[in-house]
């Protein structure tokens, strides 16, 4: 923050106060004490999405001369999405780039981005699979951008229904070993083994290298 100008400090101090005095729906500041020129948030997967259901980490890298120049955006959760680079999380939308203007503030640019969930564009697609995939299969599209979401985006609600789930399945399937009998039912002290578990699919090798 060192080098932020004076008079970009009292725009970001006054932009973050009016936020968290007229709370946007759905997006919560997560503030850095020690650097105010990095802005996080989270954003609610817009209803009707493949995004809905999940909570996204952004980061807002603001310039030293803000608002002159735009923040730089990222995702810091991963999204299956044509508008953001799935390996760095850059975030592709003309607001931050050639429409940006010193007037539109913090809070025009988290609402765009919550924007581009609910309208991509593959025509500027960071993520050249996902943009193709719009346009040339929704459904599939729709399913792995739903994938993405469940996995590394779930709400602290949702993850703990999740883990609830699980450790029920894990008590039911505690049951007694079988015994091997011979014909007169005497046991021979030697657990039926289990079956071989099924080799993990080729979707979920992938998914768990995400």
């Known amino acids: ?3 932020v100008l004076p008079a970009s400090v009292k725009t970001i101090y006054k932009e973050i106060r009016e936020i968290q005095e007229d709370k ?3 997006i919560q500041l997560i503030l850095n004490d020690e650097d105010i020129s990095d802005i996080q948030a989270t954003i609610d997967g817009p209803i009707g ?3 809905d259901g999940g909570r996204f980490h952004i980061r807002l890298l ?3 001369n ?3 120049e735009p923040p730089r955006g990222y995702f810091l959760t991963k999204i299956f999405h044509p508008n953001i680079n ?3 999380g850059d975030i592709c939308v003309d607001t931050l780039k050639k429409e940006w203007k010193s007037d539109l503030g913090i809070r025009h640019i988290l609402l765009t981005i919550r924007c581009l969930l609910i309208a991509p564009n593959p025509e500027s697609a960071l993520n050249e699979e996902a943009g193709r995939l719009l346009l040339e299969d929704y459904e599939e599209y729709t399913r792995l951008a739903k994938v993405y979401t469940e996995i590394h985006a779930p709400k602290p609600e949702n993850r703990a229904q999740l883990c609830a789930a699980s450790e029920a399945s894990n008590d039911a399937a505690k049951v007694e ?3 091997l009998r011979d014909s007169n039912g005497q046991s021979s002290g030697r ?3 289990a079956k071989p578990k099924k080799k993990m699919s080729t979707m979920k090798k992938m998914l768990m290298r995400l």
């Open 24 to 26: 946007i729906d759905g």
């Open 62 to 64: 603001l310039p030293s």
């Open 1 to 3: 923050m060192e080098n």
């Open 191 to 193: 657990p039926v083994r």
């Open 49 to 51: 999405t493949p995004f």
């Open 86 to 88: 799935w390996r760095s």
């Open 66 to 68: 803000y608002p002159s």
């Open 177 to 179: 070993a079988p015994v």
